[in-house]
């Protein structure tokens, strides 16, 4: 009797799990039938064999089936490249025997020439979210990638993937920014693809200006900004779109699969992490709350997140601006992703990430390019501007868990209008036409707000008395004297005991203290980075 219990169990588990295969196969079935580059072996030496509709990894003795994405048919191919020759284009930059494939990228080159311009990659979303669905009607987005020196592999990848796996009503435009490249081929030639524009910085701008500078330019009304070394999935654009659509003050991500830096595998990334921060303002990956988890009992539905990673976002293009786009004095590359996530949470709006949007990316171990002012420092100096434009009393712990921050110039001076607040012979002050560019600017306009300070040097801005009218002078600095206490109102510098704000009264006039009206042009101060 017990034998034959066990028997039944038995039985009726194998025929559950049987069920629950076919189940998640039909569920996910594609709906035309697969293209013949489909039954191709793909991700040699992965063990990954595709046959249509599906990706069988042979494991030991298991057989998993997968679901993965289509390349598109050979006489899609046509239409979508337009009159580029993709094949001349990826032949001219070839590995030579010999060479390191990590050395220029900081990923494996040979391997990513290797895989050509397309792949079949595995569909990582919750088998829930093929059964969403999307207006009909949702808006176009310009897609803007910025790249210095991206491999010119891994590009055509992120454009062929967005074109392929996109519906073609949603793409207004590729837009391009080439961050001064050695080759201004590497985008020129990319532009005989239907959709996609290249603009070329002539000098090398970082990611953060190149991006603004694309979004500028862009002409539909949702932005979506991409890494130059990714893969977009299926149906990667509409959850975001919709989303955006339907709140246009919510930036969205979606979850960033692992593109493999050594073999180039697509790898899915957990859905169950959201963007966070340490103090020192490094990025990391948490722990959805436990509480928040529990209470998930969709898991096609949103996830908040403090902060984005920052590379891979949709937003919609006045909300971008609105917030006054990104911080255009930071470099290079780093600290934008906190710098717009705090705007975009303080200023009333919400980030999520998407967990039926996967993007896959490459993540590197090394910077491939160099920083012209050094690593270390640009991101001390980026992750200074967004800890003191925004975290208030926070940024004591910050400065706290990186000391080294303290004192580093994040390069302001004081401007107003087309003038500059200068130091005259000993302790005189006043405004003169801004003279010199980046390290060649004056001592004498050179400023800095570490509050509560505002530096020169060895010497600070003091006021003489504490009522309105009272001029400002230069004194030894010292953080205990009340007189050089100062703290940011708006674009007005305010007095923090006497309440009064920094005023240039006439231009050449010496500056005083007057009762607060940040509207004023007089009372308007606007910081400006010095490289
Ligand atoms: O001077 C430069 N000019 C550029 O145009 C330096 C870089 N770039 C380009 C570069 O070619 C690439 O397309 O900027 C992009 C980002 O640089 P990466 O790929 O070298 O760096 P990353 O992947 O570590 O970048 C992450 O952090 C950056 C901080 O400034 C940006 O926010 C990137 O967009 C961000 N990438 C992602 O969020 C993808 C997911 C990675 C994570 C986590
Ligand atoms: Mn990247």
């Known amino acids: 009797m017990r034998r034959i219990r066990a028997n039944a169990i038995a039985i009726l588990t194998v025929a559950w799990i049987l069920g629950t295969f076919y189940y998640l196969w039909q569920d996910n079935k594609p709906q035309s039938s697969p293209s013949s580059s489909a ?96 207006d009909t009607d949702l808006p176009s987005t310009s897609i803007v990638i910025t790249f210095h020196n991206e491999a010119r592999s891994t590009l055509l990848r992120t454009i062929k993937s967005v074109l392929m796996r996109s519906p073609p009503s949603l793409i207004q435009e590729i837009i391009l920014i080439d961050d001064f490249s050695s080759d201004p081929e590497d985008c020129q030639l990319l532009t005989q693809i239907p959709k996609v524009r290249c603009l070329r910085n002539g000098r090398r701008e970082g990611l953060i200006r190149s991006r603004v500078r694309g979004a500028n330019t862009a002409s539909a009304s949702i932005l979506t900004f991409l890494d130059s070394h990714c893969e977009v999935n299926t149906d990667w654009l509409q959850p975001m779109i919709q989303r955006v659509k339907e709140d246009h003050t919510r930036v969205v991500s979606p979850i960033i699969d692992v593109i493999s830096l050594d073999n180039f595998a697509y790898l899915a990334a957990s859905a169950d992490l959201r963007g966070g921060f ?56 780093g600290g934008e992703n906190f710098e717009l996530s705090f705007r975009v949470w303080l200023c009333g709006g919400s980030l999520e990430i998407l967990p039926c949007s996967r ?18 420092l640009t991101y001390i100096k980026n992750t200074r501007r967004a800890a003191e434009v925004w975290m208030d009393e926070y940024k004591q712990y910050y400065y706290s868990a990186r000391p080294s921050a303290q004192g580093k110039a994040f390069g302001s001076v ?63 600095c010292n953080t205990k004297e009340p007189r050089q206490k100062w703290k940011p109102k708006g674009t007005a510098l305010q007095h923090m005991v006497s309440g009064l704000c920094l005023d240039s009264q006439t231009p050449m006039g010496p500056p005083v203290i007057l009762q607060c009206r940040p509207q004023m042009a007089s009372q308007s101060w606007e910081p400006q980075v010095i490289t």
């Open 359 to 376: 993007v896959g990316h490459v993540f590197r171990k090394r910077h491939p390019y160099d920083f012209p002012e050094g690593n270390a």
């Open 278 to 333: 340490d103090w020192s303002l490094h990025f990391k990956w948490e722990q959805i709350p436990i509480e928040q988890k529990m209470a998930r009992s969709d898991p096609t539905q949103a996830i908040r997140t403090p902060v984005i990673a920052g590379g891979i976002f949709v937003m919609d293009r006045s909300w971008f601006n609105h917030l006054g786009q990104y911080d255009t004095h930071m470099d290079i590359w």
């Open 414 to 476: 004081l401007k107003q209008g087309g003038l500059c607040l200068e130091t005259r012979g000993t302790d005189g002050l006043g405004l003169a036409e801004c003279r010199g560019l980046g390290a060649n600017r004056p001592q004498s306009q050179r400023w800095e707000l570490i509050e509560p300070l505002i530096r020169q040097q060895d010497l600070c801005l003091a006021i003489s008395a504490f009522t309105a009218g009272s001029k400002v002078k230069m004194e030894p």
């Open 39 to 134: 039954s191709q072996t793909r991700g040699r030496g992965h063990g990954q064999k595709v046959i249509p509709g599906r990706l069988e990894i042979h494991r030991d003795d298991r057989t998993i089936p997968l679901i993965v994405t289509q390349p598109p048919r050979a006489e899609q191919q046509g239409q979508l490249l337009g009159s580029f020759d993709e094949k001349a284009y990826l032949a001219a930059k070839q590995l030579k025997p010999g060479d390191d494939p990590y050395k220029d990228h900081a990923f494996n080159l040979q391997e990513s020439d290797r895989l050509g311009s397309e792949r079949a990659i595995r569909d990582t979303r919750h088998y829930r979210c093929a059964a969403l669905t999307y």
